[in-house]
């Protein structure tokens, strides 16, 4: 098992507990972009899980390099 894709795993599921509580405590996007706040929710959340991905993946290179 890649050492990337457990943390991108490991990541994901703490982002994704820590992002739906910051939409629902701390943001007001309903007020800011109306009935379009669902759409851009669902870009921000794809943007952080996108950075993740991309995280575990850098990790997993890292880790191959270490290894050749």
Known sequence: VYKG???????ISLAG???????N???H???????M???MILLLSCYVVAC???FGYCVNVVYSSKED
């Open 52 to 54: 993740i991905v991309y």
């Open 29 to 35: 996007y309903e007020n800011i972009y109306g009935p």
């Open 17 to 23: 507990t820590l992002f739906f509580t910051i939409i």
């Open 37 to 39: 706040a669902s759409i």
């Open 25 to 27: 405590t701390f943001t």
């Open 5 to 11: 894709s457990i943390a991108a795993a490991l990541l």
